[in-house]
Structures are given as C-alpha cells and as structure tokens.
C-alpha cells in the first residue's frame, strides 16, 4: 500500500457527522479526511448507515450535526461547486431506461465537465460497444453498471461516489471497476466507496468502520 504525501492538502473531509433515520441513530461522531490519490472505504454490516452516509454527502440526506468540507470550505455554503466536482455510481444507477446507453451518457454531460476520452473508445474498454442501440431498459444489471462506469470515465471531476459498485459483476467486472479506481486515483482523484467485498489497490486506503 502507498503512503500519502504530506505536502497534499485535505480535500474532502468530514467532522463530528451524526444522521438519525426516524428515531435510530445509525452513526455519530463519525469523521475522515481524504487527499488526492486516496481511496476512502466505507465499512459496516447491512443497515449501518453506509449508503445514508453517501447520500448525507452530497445533500440527499440531511446529518443531525457536523460537517462535510472540500478543499477546506463547507459544501453547504459550495453547494454547485461541490457537485460539479464529483460523479456518483449509486446503488441504482440512476438512468433512464427508455434511452439508449449514448443518449443516456450524452445526457450526463450537460450536466459535468467532460474528460478528452473517447467515448467509443471508452465503450470498447467496457465491452458495451455493442449494446449502443439498444435501450437500457433492454441491458442486464451488469451491463448497466458498466454504463455507470462509463459515466465516470467520461465526467472530468476529481471526486468518485461509489455505492457497492461491484453489485451484479462477474469476477472480471469487479477487477475492471479496481483497474480503473486505481488509475483514476494515480491521476490525482479521489474515491470515497461503499463496498462488502474486501478491496485490494496499490494505494493509500483509509477506513471508516459504521
């Protein structure tokens, strides 16, 4: 595993964080701070709070108390800052079932800065060339994660969401979502994930246990 490198700065952190869902508290307390080229792991049994956390983050979900601050400024006060600077892999994907794959990714990008790839190039590496004209309705659930992988390929954002994104992938499709977290943090990002299944990358890991 890497070490980080003290001159970076904190660019995504959270303080003293508690969110109640009715009357049960599901955390408190809880806090991170994330730099360029980490991966934060989200980590507890189902019902934990895990997915509630990501959605408190971006102003889903209100906390009961604390922060969440990027680069050292609360995202409450930076609300279209900090949106703009990230692209979330839910647990549902989020799409729109009547459109195909292309029109569903050309959608996405009126909504965040776009990366130079390609994107037919993108859709070879994700093996879904070949799905370009059909609805998403008609895609597998695997095949419409890696929808939602090429939705983060092509956004041009430092910060990665992603809720579970090994769920409906084979062996090969969860090596691929590792490949591309690692590159993507190799290139200066950031990646805040919830996942059960143990994560090995050549990076620096931080963990927060719910």
């Not at 009357?23 to 994330?34: E, H, I, K, N, Y």
């Not at 130079?116 to 590496?125: G, I, N, P, Q, T």
């Not at 095949?143 to 579970?164: F, G, H, I, K």
Request: hydrophobic share 45%; aromatic share 6%; proline share 3%.
């Amino acid at each position: 595993m890497a070490t980080g490198s003290g001159a970076l700065t904190t660019q995504l952190s959270g303080r003293d964080l508690t969110l109640f869902r009715g009357d049960r508290c599901l955390f408190q307390d809880v806090g991170f701070a994330l730099q360029a080229g980490e991966l934060l792991l989200f980590e507890g049994s189902n019902g934990s709070g895990k997915t509630s956390l990501m959605k408190a983050m971006v102003g889903l979900l209100e906390f009961e108390s604390g922060v969440i601050e990027w680069n050292g400024k609360p995202v409450g006060e930076q609300r279209q800052v900090f949106h703009g600077s990230l692209v979330w892999m839910a647990h549902r994907v989020g799409l729109k079932a009547d459109l195909t794959l292309v029109e569903n990714l050309h959608f996405e990008s009126a909504l965040r800065p776009q990366s130079a790839d390609d994107l037919d190039s993108v859709l070879e590496r994700l093996d879904i060339s070949r799905l370009k004209p059909l609805p998403l309705r008609s895609l597998s659930a695997g095949q419409q994660r890696r929808v939602a992988l090429a939705r983060m390929l092509l956004a041009d954002v430092p910060l990665w969401l992603m809720d579970e994104p090994f769920t409906n992938l084979d062996r090969e499709g969860r090596a691929l979502v590792m490949r591309l977290v690692k590159e993507h943090l190799a290139k200066g990002g950031l990646c805040a994930m919830a996942a059960h299944q143990d994560v090995e990358i050549d990076a620096t890991v931080k963990k927060v246990v719910l």
